[in-house]
C-alpha cells in the first residue's frame, strides 16, 4: 500500500453554512434573510423544506465543535448570519447574535480549532432585499459596513477571512437561472450583482487592511472544469465560455483588474451589459491572501447553439453521478486547480468546500457512506497530485461536518459526514467521519 505524505502545515477541515445549520430563525435578536422568504414561499424548495430549525445548532454547536474535536479537524469554516447580526440589514446591531458567535468562537479556540469565517454565506437580510438587494449599491457599502463590525469584533479571534461565498451563484444561479434566492431570472440584473459582488469584496478587503486586523483575508469561487467534447474549435469555445462564466469571470477582476473580454462581448451580445462605474476596478482588484476554491463536478462540454444562454451542452460519458445528479470526476479537479495556478500564479489556495452527496441513512447505528469516501479518497489524491505540481495548496476543507439543508433541495439532500436526523435532531456519524479522521490524524492518504 502506498502512501501520499501531506506537508507538515497542511490544515485539514470541515465546513458549514448559518442558513444551512443554525435554525433559532427567529430567536436570538435574528431578523429575517431572503432565505427565510424562498424558503416559504411554496414550490421553492423540495417537500417546502426550510431552516426554520435546520440542524439547531444555534443551540447544538457544542457537540458539533465536540464531533470537530474528536474528527481531530484544525480549521472549521462556518459563516456568520447577517441578519443575526443587523436585523435590518443596517443600523442597529444585535447583541445576542454577537454574543452567539463569541460563544461558538471561544469554544473552537478552547478546542484548538482555528476558526474561517464566511462573512456572507447567502442569506441576506430581507430588508435589504426590499431596497433591490445586491442589485442596489447601497447593499455594497451596507455589506462593508457589516464586515468592518465583524473584523472589529473578532480581531484577533478570528485570523481566516472569506467575504463572498460562491459570488457566481448569489449571481447566476439565484438572479438569471433562479434556482436560488431571490429567485430572478434576468441576466441582465445577474451581471450587475456579480459586479456588485465583486466591488463589495474589494471594498470589504480594503477595508480589513485600512483597519489593519490581524489575519489573512480571501473570497470561496465556486469552480468546475469543462473538458472539450472534441478538438473542433466550437466544442473548445464552448467549454471556454463555461469555464469563462464560472471561473474567469470573477478571478480576472480581482487578479488583473478586468473582465475577460470575451464574456464582456457574450453577455452584451444577450443584452446583458456590464455596467463599471469609474474607480470600481481600482477596489476590486485589493490583493487578497489566498483563495478558497469550492469543487464538486466537472463536466465533458460541447457546443450546441440550443444550449442555453452560453450555447454548451454537457455530454454524458458514463461517468458516475451523485446523489443529487452531478458527475464524478477528480480529474476535473486536478485541471482546474492546476489551470488556476497557471492562470492566477502562487495565489494560496485553501480547498474551502469539496464533498458529494450521498443520501445513505442510519443502519443499525451507522451509516456506511462507502461512495462517500471513495469520493474523497480520490479527490484528495487530487489535492496531493496538485501539490505535487507545484499548485500552492495549503488545506482541504470537505462539506459539510453535518447533513444539513441543502438549499432549493431542502433536506433530502445530504453532505455530512455525520448524518442528522431531522426529528430527533440526534447527530450520528457516518463511516467517511471514521476515515477522514484517520487521513486527518496521519495527514496522509492510502493510495
Ligand atoms: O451543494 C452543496 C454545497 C452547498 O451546501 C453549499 O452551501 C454551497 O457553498 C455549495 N456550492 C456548491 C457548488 C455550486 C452549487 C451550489 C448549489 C447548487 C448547485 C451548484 C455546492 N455547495
Not at 443575526?84 to 478546542?111: C, Q, S, W
Not at 485570523?159 to 459570488?167: A, F, G
Not at 469516501?373 to 487530487?382: R, S, T, W
Request: charged share 25%; aromatic share 14%; hydrophobic share 40%.
Amino acid at each position: 500500500m502506498a502512501y501520499i505524505q501531506f506537508p507538515e502545515d497542511f490544515k485539514w477541515g470541515v465546513a458549514t453554512a448559518a442558513y444551512q445549520i443554525e435554525g433559532a430563525v427567529r430567536q436570538g435578536g435574528r431578523g429575517p434573510s431572503i432565505w427565510d422568504t424562498f424558503s416559504h414561499t411554496p414550490g421553492k424548495v423540495l417537500n417546502g423544506d426550510n431552516g426554520d430549525v435546520a440542524c439547531d445548532s444555534y443551540h447544538r454547536y457544542e457537540e458539533d465543535i465536540a464531533l470537530m474535536k474528536e474528527l481531530g479537524v484544525n480549521v472549521y469554516r462556518f459563516s456568520v448570519s447577517w441578519p443575526r447580526i443587523f436585523p435590518e440589514g443596517t443600523g442597529k446591531v444585535n447583541k445576542e447574535g454577537l454574543a452567539f458567535y463569541h460563544r461558538m468562537v471561544d469554544k473552537l479556540l478552547e478546542n484548538g480549532i482555528e476558526p474561517m469565517c464566511t462573512l456572507y454565506h447567502w442569506d441576506l437580510p430581507q430588508v435589504l432585499q426590499d431596497k433591490g438587494g445586491w442589485d442596489n449599491r447601497e447593499t455594497v457599502e451596507a455589506f462593508v459596513a457589516y464586515s468592518e463590525l465583524i473584523f472589529k469584533e473578532f480581531s484577533g479571534k478570528i485570523k481566516s477571512w472569506l467575504t463572498i461565498n460562491e459570488p457566481w451563484c448569489v449571481s447566476f444561479l439565484s438572479n438569471f437561472i433562479g434556482a436560488h434566492a431571490p429567485g430572478n431570472q434576468d441576466l441582465a440584473l445577474a451581471v450587475n450583482i456579480s459586479h456588485h459582488l465583486l466591488l463589495a469584496h474589494g471594498k470589504a478587503v480594503a477595508r480589513f487592511r485600512d483597519l489593519d486586523i490581524p489575519g489573512k483575508i480571501g473570497f470561496a469561487p465556486n469552480v468546475t472544469w469543462l473538458e472539450p467534447y472534441s478538438r473542433d474549435q466550437e466544442d473548445v469555445e464552448a467549454c471556454r465560455r463555461g469555464m469563462g462564466w464560472m471561473v474567469d469571470w470573477f478571478l480576472d477582476p480581482i487578479f488583473t483588474g478586468t473582465y475577460p473580454a470575451f464574456m464582456v462581448d457574450w453577455f452584451a451580445a444577450n443584452q446583458a451589459p456590464l455596467q463599471i462605474k469609474d474607480g470600481d476596478m481600482e477596489w476590486i482588484k485589493q490583493p487578497v491572501d489566498f483563495i478558497g476554491i469550492n469543487y464538486y463536478e466537472s463536466n465533458v462540454g460541447r457546443h450546441n447553439p440550443q444550449g442555453g444562454m452560453l450555447e454548451v451542452e454537457s455530454v454524458d460519458m458514463g461517468y458516475k453521478k451523485t446523489d443529487i445528479g452531478w458527475f464524478i470526476n477528480a480529474e476535473g479537479f486536478y485541471n482546474v486547480l492546476t489551470f488556476i495556478a497557471d492562470k492566477y500564479g502562487e495565489i494560496p489556495i485553501y480547498i474551502t468546500e469539496n464533498g458529494i452527496c450521498i443520501n445513505d441513512g442510519v443502519e443499525d447505528g451507522t451509516v456506511n457512506d462507502q461512495r462517500r469516501i471513495d469520493y474523497l479518497k480520490g479527490h484528495i489524491a487530487a489535492v496531493a497530485r496538485s501539490l505535487k505540481s507545484g499548485v500552492n495548496i495549503k488545506g482541504y476543507i470537505t462539506w459539510s461536518l453535518l447533513d444539513n439543508f441543502e438549499w432549493a433541495e431542502g433536506y433530502s439532500k445530504r453532505f455530512g459526514i455525520v448524518h442528522v436526523n431531522y426529528r430527533t435532531l440526534e447527530r450520528t456519524k457516518k463511516e467517511s467521519f471514521f476515515w477522514y479522521q484517520k487521513v486527518i490524524g496521519n495527514s496522509w492518504l492510502e493510495v
